[in-house]
């Protein structure tokens, strides 16, 4: 047996030689982080957040001031047009149409007095027995006497307009969504119309008013789809329209956007006005195209050196002087096209790609990779040491003094 020993050392230090190579290079060489690409649907989305309003929502106010004495409508009554909603006390209303009903018949007395006077006088100039002057005075009296007419017919006429206002009606055919008074109460219509109800004309259209930003609303068009959900119901998702995109700009703390109207159906009535509904507006859908995480993009070797200026671009970093007058579609050009980082084995390989439209999570590969491609996402630490954390100075081996 003491033969074989030479030969069990030497078996014994080769197996100890080749772990500690394994081991060495294991602690040496980086792992990665890698995605495959893959197939499946994109959808490219503008969010926004809004309210859900009727198409068509009016205020009904009163113009006159006065006690409300008579209700005919409440929360959710359906209401037609001309149908009378409320009804304000007409007492003292009605004695003003009876005070000015009796100052017209006393101008209109008046008026055929002068009447009779200037006749009489016209006649009396004739022959010669009333002086000019007494028949120019006769004249005016009765010029003052029609003006006097007309003045209190004026005021007959708004004494009525405001008893007629006195009984409110419904301009429009739709349901009451708000009551603002009780019977009893006093309105007030000295510096403004009080709201006493509102009515929307259809609940079964509605609309949503949503703030869009101004970095998103340059691909906002009219007609696109949109999916938004409500608070209410949120596990369904509910479809709607665009159908307006308001030039108004709103600015809140220097922060500017534009009010985007969508047209929302609501036959079941689920949807009630007021909600707050969370908008994804639809861009652009392609399904089973070829996809890969946005983190494959970010990506870049610490030896890769200074990026590429059309990375640059589509990584929005700085552009020359005048690049932004190129034209869009150059700038198109430019941010489409990408550098990956490939992983065959344990080698990294670049690869540039032409990439579409993103959902913010995965990007759309036109050309440069194919399905089952793996690419780096991330670089993890080597064993031996951690990337991040700063060389020991106490550490055993040679030590370097300036």
């Known amino acids: 047996m003491k033969r074989f020993y030479p030969w069990l050392a030497i078996i014994g230090g080769l197996l100890f030689f080749a772990f500690v190579g394994r081991e060495c290079r294991n602690s040496s060489a980086a792992t990665y982080q890698t995605a495959t690409v893959t197939r499946g649907p994109i959808t490219q989305a503008v969010t926004a957040t809004g309210t859900l309003n009727p198409v068509v929502n009016v205020q009904v106010g009163s113009q006159v001031s006065g006690n409300i004495s008579k209700l005919f409508a409440d929360f959710n009554s359906q209401v037609k047009a001309g149908q009378v909603v409320a009804q304000i006390d007409p007492a003292l209303f009605q004695a003003t149409v009876t005070q000015t009903e009796g100052d017209l018949a006393n101008a209109q007395a008046a008026l055929e007095l002068a009447?009779?006077?200037?006749?009489?006088?016209?006649?009396?100039?004739?022959?010669?027995?009333?002086?000019?002057?007494?028949?120019?005075?006769?004249?005016?009296?009765?010029?003052?006497?029609?003006?006097?007419?007309?003045?209190?017919?004026?005021?007959?006429?708004?004494?009525?307009?405001?008893?007629?206002?006195?009984?409110?009606?419904?301009?429009?055919?739709?349901?009451?969504?708000?009551?603002?008074?009780?019977?009893?109460?006093?309105?007030?219509?000295?510096?403004?119309?009080?709201?006493?109800?509102?009515?929307?004309?259809?609940?079964?259209?509605?609309?949503?008013?949503?703030?869009?930003?101004?970095?998103?609303?340059?691909?906002?068009q009219m007609g696109q789809d949109v999916d938004f959900t409500v608070d209410a119901f949120p596990t369904q998702t509910f479809h709607g329209k665009v159908v307006q995109v308001r030039n108004a700009p709103i600015t809140v703390q220097n922060v500017v956007t534009y009010d985007t109207v969508i047209g929302v159906s609501n036959p079941d009535l689920k949807l009630k006005p007021g909600m707050t509904a969370n908008v994804s507006i639809i861009i652009a859908r392609k399904d089973n195209v070829l996809q890969l995480k946005n983190a494959a993009l970010r990506y870049r070797p610490a030896d890769a050196g200074p990026p590429s200026s059309q990375n640059t671009a589509s990584q929005g970093g700085s552009r020359p002087p005048g690049a932004m007058r190129q034209g869009m579609g150059r700038r198109e050009q430019k941010t489409s096209e990408r550098t990956v980082y490939a992983l065959s084995g344990s080698h990294l390989t670049p690869v540039q790609i032409k990439t579409g439209i993103s959902d913010g999570v995965v990007t759309e590969v036109v050309e440069g990779l194919k399905e089952g491609d793996r690419v780096v996402t991330a670089e993890m630490a080597a064993k031996s040491q951690p990337a991040s954390s700063p060389a020991n100075p106490f550490s055993s081996g040679p030590r370097r003094f300036p």
């Open 115 to 220: 009447k009779v006077n200037a006749t009489r006088t016209e006649q009396l100039f004739k022959q010669k027995i009333s002086s000019q002057q007494d028949l120019d005075q006769a004249m005016a009296n009765l010029h003052q006497a029609e003006a006097n007419v007309k003045i209190k017919q004026g005021a007959l006429d708004k004494a009525k307009a405001d008893l007629d206002h006195c009984t409110i009606t419904s301009p429009i055919d739709g349901v009451v969504i708000s009551r603002s008074v009780d019977v009893g109460q006093t309105v007030a219509a000295s510096l403004q119309a009080p709201v006493i109800f509102q009515i929307a004309n259809d609940l079964t259209k509605m609309q949503i008013d949503s703030n869009v930003a101004e970095a998103d609303v340059g691909v906002v």
